[in-house]
């Protein structure tokens, strides 16, 4: 990282990360702190452990950390069973010459190892000739394919486990092969018990754009609250993430999937953003990619989960990227590198954060501040049980747009919460003029968990959107 800087490179993607690992002993989160000062933006993968939450990686706020999310663009294949069910699945080209007729359909039921298709687990089992059912989990779909293959399988229909749902992978398998939903799973093993015949094809619909509800998460896309920072709001953003087409070294190209694909993506967007406002921060980038984020699907309803419910912010951060209107945010919230140190002389003494800063800190002055107080272009608060006392932060907007221009706020946040922004209207007469506000939240009442909300600052064709998720104690 630090040679790439020196090399006056303006964007650092990092297809990579370790873990939660606290800011002072993670050499991605020092090596990105040194490039924010040098004005190189820093793109980091979000981890691909999901869907369970706490395990977003690359938390650093200084980082633009990105979750992974589908297109409109699938690659898709229909299981075609016996009895005239037609399921559709995730699915590449199959191989030149591929007949898709009907052959026997076998899935080892009673039998975990069999079942999950791993290795040694058809010794014995007729499937020469045959499709075989696997059930995803404990080792990878291409080992499963691979199993297939070795024990003479002529296909293999992958079925989710009940955690990926409905999100299925196209993946460059060694034999024909369809990924089908936790749900289609079940009907097909319903299928295979109701027939002492049963049989089935795989027909490959190849290239289908317009796919309805598009975005969506990806269910292997990390998720947040961050374990060593929660008062950040993480993951950033998401972005296309899963059946990427891909340069490959073995052959012309390949389709990956995975926040290691997503995270290019926002480099390169962030790389144009940069070539067109060179002189704006890497904060002021990550901004204006965050508050044009849009939260609604191809279908005009909110971007769904894995399990087709519409996903949180620990899953999509401030939304799915949208590069036409990061280009021209209107508002951003931005920071210097010394704006970092009094949030991390909340986290760590003054020794720590040195290691972190890279020069001598005194954490006595400036005072520390708590991590809602950054000015971060989304918002975390905790509102403790039995205690209605406010909350109050504080953010600072510069104007990016036209000299003379008026916003005015529009608050959505859940019943359990009241929130109150001040002032209402932000009036401005120049470029990179800065104007102050304050939000404060109030719980209304008992409930506890995770709710949210938006803020919005809005004139004419600007739309400058904040996240905002509360934690109810």
């Known amino acids: 990282m630090d040679a790439a800087v020196d090399d006056g490179v303006d964007v650092l993607s990092l297809s990579l990360g370790g873990g939660s690992i606290p800011f002072h002993s993670d050499p991605v989160a020092l090596g990105g702190f040194e490039a924010i000062n040098k004005g190189v933006l820093v793109s980091c993968s979000a981890g691909n452990s999901g869907p369970d939450p706490y395990t977003v990686t690359n938390v650093a706020p200084w980082l633009l950390t990105v979750g992974a999310s589908t297109m409109d663009r699938s690659f898709l294949g229909t299981v075609k069973l016996g009895d005239g069910q037609e399921w559709e699945g995730a699915s590449l080209n199959p191989p030149r010459n591929f007949d898709s007729k009907m052959l026997p359909l076998v899935y080892v039921a009673g039998n975990a190892a069999a079942s999950h298709c791993l290795n040694d687990s058809l010794n014995g089992v007729d499937v020469r000739g045959k499709i075989v059912l696997c059930d995803r989990g404990d080792n990878s779909r291409l080992e499963k394919a691979q199993v297939v293959k070795s024990a003479g399988g002529a296909g293999i229909i992958l079925v989710n486990t009940p955690e990926d749902a409905y999100s299925t992978i196209a993946d460059p398998l060694v034999l024909p092969a369809s990924n089908v939903p936790y749900v289609v799973g079940l009907k097909i093993k319903a299928y295979i018990n109701s027939t002492s015949a049963p049989a089935a094809s795989l027909v490959f619909n190849g290239n289908v754009m317009h796919t309805p509800h598009s975005p969506s998460m990806a269910s292997f896309s990390s998720r947040g609250p961050s374990q060593i920072t929660p008062g950040i709001l993480k993951p950033d953003i998401t972005g296309p993430g899963v059946s990427i087409l891909a340069a490959w070294t073995i052959q012309n190209f390949n389709i990956l999937s995975g926040t290691s694909m997503s995270c290019p993506h926002l480099s390169g967007i962030a790389a144009l953003i ?194 905002i998720s509360i934690r109810l104690e």
């Open 274 to 467: 940069k070539k067109a406002h060179p002189d704006w921060s890497p904060a002021a980038i990550k901004s204006a990619i965050m508050t044009t984020a849009y939260v609604t699907d191809n279908s005009r309803g909110p971007i769904l989960d894995e399990r087709h419910r519409p996903a949180d912010f620990f899953a999509i951060g401030a939304g799915h990227v949208n590069p036409p209107k990061a280009i021209d945010p209107g508002l951003v919230y931005d920071l210097t590198p010394q704006d970092y140190i009094p949030y991390l002389c909340g986290l760590y003494e003054s020794s720590l954060v040195e290691v972190i800063v890279g020069r001598p800190v005194n954490c006595s002055s400036p005072k520390s501040i708590s991590e809602g107080e950054l000015n971060y272009p989304s918002i975390s608060v905790t509102l403790p049980a039995n205690n209605l006392t406010s909350v109050r932060y504080r953010r600072t907007v510069t104007n990016v747009g036209k000299p003379t221009s008026t916003y005015r706020v529009k608050l959505d946040v859940p019943k359990e919460v009241s929130a109150r922004v001040t002032p209402t209207k932000l009036s401005f007469n120049e470029v990179n003029q800065k104007r102050r506000f304050s939000i404060s939240f109030r719980r209304n009442g008992g409930g506890s968990g995770a709710v949210q909300g938006h803020l919005l600052w809005v004139s004419g064709k600007h739309v400058v959107r904040s996240p």
